[in-house]
């Protein structure tokens, strides 16, 4: 009877660790101006060189809106292995989509509260369509669309600006100039919607896209 009542301390005890330990991955600094930890799983092996672009160009978009990026690469770090906190994402590069036609070039998961923390990029498909424009320009763009859907839900898609559904000439021009952005009110709901404390999380389910004609 002692020996099973010490072996639920210890699985209790067990338990209670764990939470701790996952509360401390979870915490986060406070700092300004607001940031967000985005992990990135390249399972297409894009150059390192391409990459550091790609996430410069998005970085770059969030920042106009006041929001750094941390870019986190998943075969560097063992952080992809839990679930992410409150202030983390992840994009998964994949070759090609599981679904949508071959213009869809993404795809974010939202749960039922518009919320959502993971994001695949359709690399192929996006790669056979850039045209005149460089991968890295992009496929940062496209981190940015699908880092914008998770961080502004699932009415994200807007006529203006990055969120767009559906990327023309024109807005395949401004993204070559670097100034397809966030529309300021977007760029106002995605800080209102960082948390101000960071905390574990769990979500899934729904989706938001992005095509190009
Ligand atoms: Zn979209």
Same mark, same amino acid.
Request: aromatic share 2%.
């Given at each position: 009877m002692e020996d099973e009542n010490v072996a639920y301390n210890r699985i209790w005890l067990g338990w209670v660790g764990s939470v701790l330990l996952c509360g401390a991955a979870c915490w986060a600094q406070e700092d300004e101006p607001p940031s967000i930890t985005v992990f990135v799983?390249? !399972? +297409?092996?894009?150059?390192q060189a391409v990459f550091r672009h790609a996430e410069n160009e998005a970085a770059g978009l969030f920042r106009r809106g006041g929001i750094e990026v941390h870019w986190r690469n998943c075969a560097e770090t063992s952080d992809c292995r839990r679930p992410p906190c409150s202030n983390e994402f992840v994009l998964h590069i994949v070759p090609?989509? $599981? &679904?949508? !036609?071959?213009? +869809?070039f993404g795809e974010a998961f939202l749960g039922?509260?518009? $919320?959502?923390r993971y994001a695949d990029v359709f690399f192929n498909r996006l790669r056979d369509a850039q045209g005149s424009l460089s991968i890295a320009q992009l496929l940062g763009a496209v981190f940015a669309h699908e880092l914008g859907h998770l961080l #502004?839900? !699932? $009415?994200?898609? &807007? #006529?203006?600006?990055?969120?767009?559904?559906i990327w023309r000439q024109e807005a395949l021009r401004r993204i070559a100039m670097g100034n397809l952005t966030f529309t300021p009110e977007q760029q106002r709901m995605m800080k209102d919607r960082l948390p101000s404390e960071t905390v574990a999380v769990t979500s899934i389910a729904g989706r938001g896209r992005l095509g190009l004609q």
């Open positions: 799983n390249n !399972s +297409v092996g894009i150059d090609n989509g $599981r &679904t949508g !036609s071959d213009f +869809v039922p509260d518009g $919320r959502g #502004l839900g !699932s $009415r994200a898609h &807007t #006529l203006m600006g990055i969120m767009q559904p």
